[in-house]
């Protein structure tokens, strides 16, 4: 029952030696993924010249290079997608290299200065990261971990699953608990942390799921099944618009698989109908 993530070459900041004829080119504008007619194919590397930033090299796959860039407007026949958007129709591996380039570039934009002394960066070659000339600061991407909690719970009609939905959601959507790990805190403390904040119910018997990086703009989701211990629904203010309990069978609108949040409820469902 784990969500497995497709696998792709290590990230390297060093420059390929010899390139590629053709490269996987993960060009965004404004923070939107460029697309030919919806698709993400191999291109030639002189077909973009970034002006924004640099180009960021992210590895090899099917023995091509991989580039991540930052343009200021779109090339004559592609079109900028929201990532999210871009993202759901790309296969695994190319999703996971979206959402790879597009951490590294806002990683880029937001850490041109030091933020010690406010002088500006330098990029370093032998690994990725940005140093201040003037206090020697140095810079790495940021990831900020989250955790994601399916709550279940055995009942005489038979087991269900604690979901949630915030504001912002579509409506009738609903999904697993979620939040950020804080400073000095364990996963799994922050597990029972948010779950007792969210919908203030006490579980145990956390098992882990698996973990997927999270776009945005930098999270790395790592989630979780909970089984209930005690406690009544009780929804947290502006956080969680509405909470209940679901059977399996009468499951509300949740997360497609493009997330790990969708792949999470249906195999615990699946595991749960098979006790």
Request: proline content about 9%.
């Amino acid at each position: 029952m784990q969500f497995h993530a497709a696998v792709f070459p290590a990230a390297s900041s060093a420059d390929p030696a010899a390139s590629t004829a053709e490269a996987w080119h993960f060009v965004f504008v404004g923070g939107r993924l460029l697309l030919r007619e919806q698709v993400l194919s191999p291109q030639p590397p002189a077909l973009f010249e970034p002006v924004q930033g640099r180009r960021h090299y992210l590895g090899r796959l099917d023995e091509r290079d991989c580039w991540a860039l930052q343009l200021a407007e779109a090339p004559p026949g592609f079109e900028a997608l929201p990532l999210r958007a871009a993202m759901m129709t790309l296969p695994e591996p190319l999703m996971q290299l979206a959402g790879r380039a597009a951490q590294v570039l806002e990683w880029e934009r937001t850490h041109r200065f030091c933020g010690v002394c406010g002088t500006a960066t330098e990029a370093l070659a032998h690994e990725r990261a940005r140093r201040c000339p003037a206090c020697g600061q140095v810079c790495y991407p940021r990831l900020s971990p989250a955790m994601m909690a399916l709550v279940w719970r055995r009942t005489a009609a038979g087991p269900e699953l604690l979901l949630a939905r915030s504001p912002g959601y579509a409506p009738g959507f609903y999904s697993a608990l979620a939040g950020f790990v804080e400073a000095g805190e364990s996963l799994e403390d922050c597990v029972h942390r948010e779950v007792a904040e969210e919908v203030g119910v006490r579980v145990t018997n956390l098992r882990y799921y698996g973990s997927q990086s999270w776009p945005f703009p930098h999270s790395l989701m790592v989630a979780y099944t909970a089984e209930w211990v005690d406690g009544e629904i009780v929804p947290q203010a502006g956080e969680i618009e509405d909470a209940r309990w679901f059977p399996l069978d009468g499951l509300p609108g949740i997360p497609p698989r493009f997330s790990i949040a969708g792949h999470l409820i249906r195999d615990q469902v699946a595991a749960l109908s098979e006790v």
